[in-house]
């Protein structure tokens, strides 16, 4: 069974500097995406960026970094230069990479404050 | 592109009434999905489907629920009766069906049940 573990029910970080966020999950498959969302208090869910398993390099979007240690399936999310509206949960999800296996499973997820 | 719509955005109702949410996905999206976000349980899977046939509804509760999608365009979740427990947000979710697709969620309904 697929599990999604965030170990870090809450976390916070002064305004401009760094962050790293846990995540870690269990699977038996070798081909899969991964996924962080953020649901700030709007409570919109919002991809924040995404990683094949397939693929060594770690992704990056913007001030958004991951490191993904497959042999550890661990995937954590890194936030740079953090701005106050990074403020909300953050959602680890884990996707398998197989047709008609479509369901996303997330993590219990972190609270993110950020300190002006 | 509106993105994924759902309908209401808040919900109250008394213990034993009939709740309907409702949902539009993004044009062109295959596969549809409905979850439930709890304190407790965080996001569960209610169902999904697949070119608007149900493919895996075992994240369903209980008989009280019930999905349907008729069309490409619409599903939607229904709880008869509700109780206090179903209290929660209701996300809708579309993809275009590949593997490895994120998916867009819509702005979820707010279920309040008294």
């Known amino acids: 069974a697929q599990t999604v573990t965030q170990s870090q029910p809450e976390m916070s970080v002064q305004e401009a500097e760094t962050v790293t966020l846990s995540c870690t999950y269990d699977t038996s498959e070798s081909d899969y995406y991964l996924f962080w969302y953020k649901q700030p208090p709007s409570r919109q869910m919002i991809l924040v960026i995404r990683?094949?398993?397939?693929?060594?390099q770690n992704a990056t979007e913007n001030r958004f970094s991951v490191n993904f240690q497959k042999a550890a399936k661990s995937f954590s999310l890194k936030i740079s230069d953090s701005q106050l509206g990074d403020a909300a949960m953050y959602f680890c999800a884990y996707r398998v990479d197989q047709t008609g296996a479509n369901n996303l499973f997330f993590g219990t997820g972190t609270r993110l404050t950020v300190i002006p | 592109d509106a993105g994924v719509i759902q309908s209401p955005r808040h919900e109250v109702t008394e213990m034993g009434q009939e709740v309907t949410l409702r949902c539009k996905p993004i044009s062109g999206h295959n596969s549809l999905f409905w979850y439930r976000q709890t304190m407790m349980r965080g996001l569960e899977l209610l169902i999904y489907?697949?070119?608007?046939?149900?493919?895996?509804d075992s994240g369903m509760p209980e008989d009280r629920f019930s999905a349907k999608m008729p069309n490409a365009s619409f599903s939607t979740l229904k709880i008869q009766p509700s109780e206090p427990r179903d209290s929660a947000v209701y996300f809708c979710?579309?993809?275009?069906?590949?593997?490895?697709?994120?998916?867009?969620f819509g702005s979820g309904t707010q279920l309040s049940v008294l």
């Open positions: 489907f697949n070119n608007n046939v149900p493919i895996d």
């Open positions: 990683q094949e398993a397939y693929k060594q």
């Open positions: 979710a579309s993809t275009p069906g590949l593997t490895g697709e994120k998916l867009f």
